[in-house]
């Protein structure tokens, strides 16, 4: 099928760890977004990609460092994670023209301890 | 900066009664604007959007919007609500005098259709 994936679907761990979310798509698509959703089911922008080149960071704590291989994947890996991470993260992808509509991931529910 | 503003927290309708879900948008240049809706534990879905033409647009399930500059408001309509329609709803506005492709999204209206 074709669509935005992302592993692992859920995600619970102790603060101080460190974890990644990897995001795959496979719609062609060259620009890809990751966004947090917090309990209050707001959702924000963190990062965007374009052919692996970083185009958006929204003032994102620098914890959060986002890898794009290529520019299919894009990953998101969190360091010494804090209890107001926790949190659904999504995956979304688009080609890059300003027209074009974002397609989301099914989520990643991240949880703190 | 871009900003998108959903009034309602929550609607409530009867099945086979209209559902108007409000949005209003700010931009300092010309909006694209977009509708999702999110199913309980899943990823968001794309509805519709509206870029440039007509004012009125139609998406998927039976959902529509009109785009109204003077009001700059783009609210999301269906004339016969479903059960199954209940879920909650974002819309979102791209500003097009704005870099990059960012997309901010309004707070979220969750719909409750009751049978």
């Known amino acids: 099928d074709t669509a935005v994936s992302q592993t692992p679907k859920y995600l619970v761990t102790q603060m101080g760890n460190d974890k990644s979310i990897k995001c795959e798509q496979n719609?062609?698509?060259?620009?890809m977004y990751w966004y947090k959703q917090d309990s209050k089911k707001f959702l924000k922008i963190m990062f965007s990609?374009?052919?692996?080149?970083?185009?958006i960071n929204e003032t994102v704590p620098n914890r959060f460092s986002p890898k794009s291989p290529d520019k299919a994947h894009l990953n998101l890996h969190i360091n010494s994670l804090e209890l107001g991470d926790s949190a659904v993260y999504f995956c979304?992808?688009?080609?890059?023209?300003?027209?074009?509509?974002?397609?989301f991931g099914p989520g990643t529910r991240l949880l703190v301890l | 900066a871009q900003s998108v503003a959903q009034p309602e927290d929550q609607v409530n309708v009867a099945e086979g009664n209209p559902l108007t879900v409000k949005c209003t948008y700010s931009?300092?240049?010309?909006?694209?604007l977009f509708w999702y809706v999110q199913y309980p534990n899943r990823g968001l879905q794309f509805l519709l959007k509206?870029?440039?033409?007509?004012?009125l647009v139609k998406g998927s399930y039976g959902f529509e919007a009109e785009f109204n500059k003077s009001q700059t408001s783009f609210h999301l309509k269906k004339p016969s609500a479903l059960v199954s329609d209940s879920a909650l709803y974002f819309c979102?506005?791209?500003?097009?005098?704005?870099?990059?492709?960012?997309?901010?999204f309004g707070g979220g209206t969750r719909v409750l259709v009751k049978p």
């Open positions: 979102a506005v791209r500003d097009l005098a704005a870099a990059g492709n960012k997309l901010t």
């Open positions: 931009v300092s240049g010309n909006p694209y």
């Open positions: 990609y374009n052919n692996k080149e970083l185009i």
């Open positions: 509206y870029i440039t033409g007509d004012n």
């Open positions: 979304a992808s688009s080609r890059r023209t300003r027209q074009e509509t974002q397609y």
């Open positions: 719609l062609g698509h060259d620009t």
